[in-house]
Nanobody, 114 residues
Framework: VQLVESGGGLVQPGGSLRLSCAASGFTFSQYAMHWYRQAPGKERELVATIGRAGGAAYADSVKGRFTLSRDNAKKSLSLQMNSLKSEDTAVYYC?????????WGQGTQVTVSS
C-alpha cells in the first residue's frame, strides 16, 4: 500500500488549497478513505471521510469549507479546502484501513498565515 499526498503550501487566511492523494497497492474502489491532520502539539484528528460510493462526512470544524472527492478510476482523492483559517495549519495525511491496519502517507504541510 502506498499513499502519496501533494498540494500543500502557504496560503493567506481566506484562501484555498487543493490537496491530492495518489493511492496504489490495493483495490482503491473497495475502501473508504480518510484525511487526517495534525497541528503542532496536538493529536492527529479526522478531517473527512469518503465512502466507496463517494458519500463524504466532515469534522464540524471544516464542514461547509472543505469538500472531499474521489476518482476510483485514477485511484485518487482530492480535498478542496476553501475559506482557510489559521487553525487549519497542520500536516495533512491520507489514510486507509485495510484488515484493521492503518496505512498513512508521508503528509503534506498546510500553513495558513498572512
Amino acid at each position: 500500500v502506498q499513499l502519496v499526498e501533494s498540494g500543500g503550501g502557504l496560503v493567506q487566511p481566506g484562501g484555498s488549497l487543493r490537496l491530492s492523494c495518489a493511492a496504489s497497492g490495493f483495490t482503491f474502489s473497495q475502501y473508504a478513505m480518510h484525511w487526517y491532520r495534525q497541528a503542532p502539539g496536538k493529536e492527529r484528528e479526522l478531517v473527512a471521510t469518503i465512502g466507496r460510493a463517494g458519500g463524504a462526512a466532515y469534522a464540524d470544524s471544516v464542514k461547509g469549507r472543505f469538500t472531499l472527492s474521489r476518482d476510483n478510476a485514477k485511484k485518487s482523492l482530492s480535498l478542496q479546502m476553501n475559506s482557510l483559517k489559521s487553525e487549519d495549519t497542520a500536516v495533512y495525511y491520507c489514510n486507509v484501513v485495510r484488515f484493521s491496519v492503518d496505512y498513512w502517507g508521508q503528509g503534506t504541510q498546510v500553513t495558513v498565515s498572512s
